[in-house]
């Protein structure tokens, strides 16, 4: 399959609304030539990355939008687009390939639709956005609602958020203490003639220069090192673990903090690590098996906790609660198209919710780490402060990072060019076990 056309349909899934790409990119990879798939993703992420400026644009270049059924075109038309502007692809061969694309469709119209609009793309597309920039969605590839919330959350940072969010993220390493130190790792990298850095913020995280296949990378198979972004490689160190203790990762997969809490303190009595599909459980278990780690894995609804919990208090918890991904757009640029205004309220209610259930699972004296991969504060520090507010025993501890942001309740990480993602944290300690005040959505 023509990698173009690939990456169009894997949009026009994103577009109506039917999935994310990490959902229907893979099976369109599996169609193209294995020489093809890093240009098929390329098409397909950047597309995604910069779909709110090249969807302002082709509005000023079609006569009438696209009818909903027409998905495949508007997708095939953005990819077109992407690389007539985004791309070192000649402009001849971006358009003759994409307008190529469209016989596969079975819209003949389309054809001749596709052919017009990038020649004349090709033709007045610079002079049609300079004439737009002046638009904050244009200039920074933000849908608006977005953009605003960023503006209003950040005045004096949401451009360069916007701009690290645009960015292609850099490659970080987690270093496996059970193996190595960080700078007995870095000298095998330094011997295998790859550029790498220590991270600022975490022991165990190494950024490389240049991205590059994981497993051409010393001991990648053998479990010496995995790819986490160094902001959430702090969960581990925040959470002060110690031998014998029991440890719920809640909301736990694709498993790299559950890993990553093993390898830094091997003695942990047990760590139960919780997920509400089993299928993302599966992930949990390949990296767990890679690093010759053990966990107890479990499917089911974290706030349901008569179903799954033994009435055994653990003595941490890890909240890596459901959120808008808003901090890690870079990684996951479709986040643009799928994410909606309304999500983040009813996001925030159920971060609520998993707090308020998963609080008298923890023993008093125990440390509950609340984290997210939002840039929202309505997310974050706006949780905590319910929470709190509502909960006599809980008291918030201070984080021993200086990484991000002080907010009035925790840190704020945002995403830096060339350094971490998007992340948040504040540190929770039970000092009195109470009756909570309010209890709806404890269970679900």
Known sequence: MNPRLAAARALAAVLSGKASLNSSLPAQLDKVDERDRGLTQDLAFGTARWQPRLDLLAAQLLQKPFKSADSDVQAL?????????????????????????????????????????????????????????????????????????????????????????????????????????????????????????????????????????????????????????????????????????????????????????????????????????AKRLARVRENLERLGLDAQLLACDARDTASWWDGQPFQRILLDAPCSATGVIRRHPDIKLTRQPDDIAALAALQGELLDALWPTLEVGGVLLYATCSSLPTENTEVIEAFLARTPGARELDLTTDAGLRQPHGRQLLAEEGGHDGFYYAKLIKIAAHAQRHSEGTSG
């Not at 990038?118 to 849908?143: F, K, Y």
């Open 77 to 277: 038309l953005l990819v077109g687009l992407y690389q007539l502007f985004h791309t070192r692809i000649p402009a001849h061969a971006a358009i003759a390939e994409t307008v190529g694309c469209a016989d596969k469709l079975r819209k003949p119209w389309a054809k001749g639709l596709l052919n017009a609009v990038l020649r004349r793309a090709q033709r007045e597309g610079e002079t049609i956005l300079a004439g737009l920039e002046r638009d904050p969605v244009v200039r920074t590839a933000h849908p608006r609602w977005l953009q605003k919330a960023l503006k209003a959350s950040w005045p004096e940072r949401w451009e360069a958020i916007c701009a690290a969010n645009n960015a292609h993220p850099p490659m970080i390493l987690r270093v496996n203490r059970r193996h190595h130190a960080r700078d007995a790792y870095l000298a095998l990298l330094a011997e295998a003639g790859i550029e790498a850095t220590p991270c600022r913020h975490s022991r165990d995280g190494i950024v490389l220069a240049q991205a590059c296949d994981v497993r051409s990378l010393p001991g990648f198979a053998e479990g010496w090192i995995s790819v986490q972004d160094e902001a959430a490689q702090l969960a581990a160190d925040l959470l002060d673990l110690a031998p014998g203790q029991r440890v719920l990762d809640a909301c736990c997969a694709p498993g790299g903090k559950t890993c990553h809490l093993l390898e830094a303190q091997p003695g942990l009595g047990a760590v139960l690590a919780i997920d509400l599909e």
